[in-house]
């Protein structure tokens, strides 16, 4: 395999960092440095778009009609925001984003364990209804949300996160002391 075709690999799914600008560019206009800044914060430090790759977007969506540049503040900062264009278009990639997402809802559990052909193998594989189970129900509450989720039921469904982040983190840690 070619090293172009390896880093590509190797990257963001294809499609998301534009699916992301046009998500933070609905909130507020935002300069291309606050862009890969927000992304990074949201990623927990994990992804950070580089300039090679912000900076080419943005000039696409202005070039497209999807975005246009704010007048420049007293430091000189390029802001972007959304056109009506844009909106537009950002709904369409939303719609594409839902069906990836539900594409991936059914596919994330067959990989847990996938890449692993030790002895806990087949345990591994047993993790994986559960887990379908867990993803499938986060796909409900999604569809859900846009009008039902209450106050409540979120401090509820926090709670829960939480807990079960914090077992199976704890499970974690004593394989590790093993």
């Known amino acids: 395999m070619n090293d172009h075709i390896m880093k590509r690999a190797a990257g963001a799914p294809r499609g998301l960092l534009r699916f992301l600008v046009l998500k933070l560019l609905t909130e507020k206009p935002m300069s291309g440095a606050k862009i890969a800044e927000d992304i990074e914060k949201e990623t927990k430090g994990r992804w950070k778009p580089g300039p090679g790759s912000i900076y080419p977007l943005l000039a696409w969506l202005l070039k497209k009609g999807y975005t246009k540049e704010l007048p420049r ?11 009506e264009k844009g909106e537009d278009f950002f709904k369409e990639q939303l719609e594409l984003g839902q069906e990836f997402l539900r594409k991936l809802e059914y596919l994330a559990p067959m990989l847990i364990g996938v890449s692993y052909s030790g002895p806990n193998q087949e345990k591994l594989r047993q993790i994986r209804e559960p887990a379908r189970r867990f993803i499938m129900a986060l796909h409900d509450l999604r569809i859900v949300a846009r009008d039902r989720l209450t106050q409540q039921n979120v401090a509820e469904i926090i709670k829960i996160l939480e807990d079960g982040s914090d077992r199976l983190e704890k499970i974690i840690r004593k394989i590790k002391k093993k």
Do not use: F, I, S
């Not at 503040?73 to 056109?83: S, W």
């Open 73 to 83: 503040e007293e430091a000189g900062v390029k802001n972007y925001v959304l056109t």
